[in-house]
Each structure stands twice: as C-alpha cells, then as structure tokens.
Nanobody, 118 residues
Framework: QVQLVESGGGLVQAGGSLRLSCAAS????????MGWFRQAPGKEREYVGS????????YYADSVKGRFTISKDKTRNTVFLQMNSLKPEDTAVYYC???????????WGQGTQVTVSP
C-alpha cells in the first residue's frame, strides 16, 4: 500500500506560482510512476504530468508544458509540482497518484485545491 498526501494548494493571482507537494509513505517507490492529475468543477479529471521514480523521466500534458515542472526528492519520498505562469483555467483540485509498471494509477491522494484568480 502507498499512502499519498498532497499539500501546497491555495489561491493565487494569474501569472503567479505555486508548488504542490505529494508525500508518499507505506513502501519504497522504486519502480513506481508518480502522476499529477487535476479536476475542475464540471469537468473530467485530466492528466497533468508524471515522473518515473527510479530514472526521473518526466512527461507533461500539452496544456501545462513549459509552465509546470515535476520533480522528486528521494530522501523525503516526496514529489513536487512547480506551477508557474498560472492561468484561471488551471483552477482545479490537484491529485497525486502512483502506479507500478504499466498498470493504471491505483493509489491516490485526497487532493488539494488550486484557485487562480483573473
């Protein structure tokens, strides 16, 4: 079992920045992929990006590429989502998730609210 706890959400003006954290516990994350997702009101959950825990390869949705950066701190078992140049359309609940191999993401955090004002 992997437990995930997000933090760092809040209210920010357009053009501002936030850094979300996802602290993992329960087991070693070797071989896991850590993903970030978001869900805006009335919309389906969408993929934001992900990072391979072992090799650190990162992938991003086109909507956030160049603005968001995912990183990890193995010593703290934590993944970060640095969000710059935020736009009102980035407003959503952001979730951290984990999966092993090519399976679906099966571990999810509780989510953290990000609100970007115009």
């Amino acid at each position: 079992q992997v437990q995930l706890v997000e933090s760092g959400g809040g209210l920010v003006q357009a053009g501002g920045s936030l850094r979300l954290s996802c602290a993992a516990s329960g087991r070693t994350l070797s071989g896991y992929t850590m993903g970030w997702f978001r869900q805006a009101p009335g919309k389906e959950r969408e993929y934001v990006g992900s990072i391979g825990w072992s090799r650190g390869a990162t992938y991003y949705a086109d909507s956030v590429k160049g603005r968001f950066t995912i990183s990890k701190d193995k010593t703290r078992n934590t993944v970060f989502l640095q969000m710059n140049s935020l736009k009102p359309e980035d407003t959503a609940v952001y979730y951290c998730a984990a999966k092993i191999g090519t399976t679906n993401y099966n571990y999810w955090g509780q989510g953290t609210q990000v609100t970007v004002s115009p």
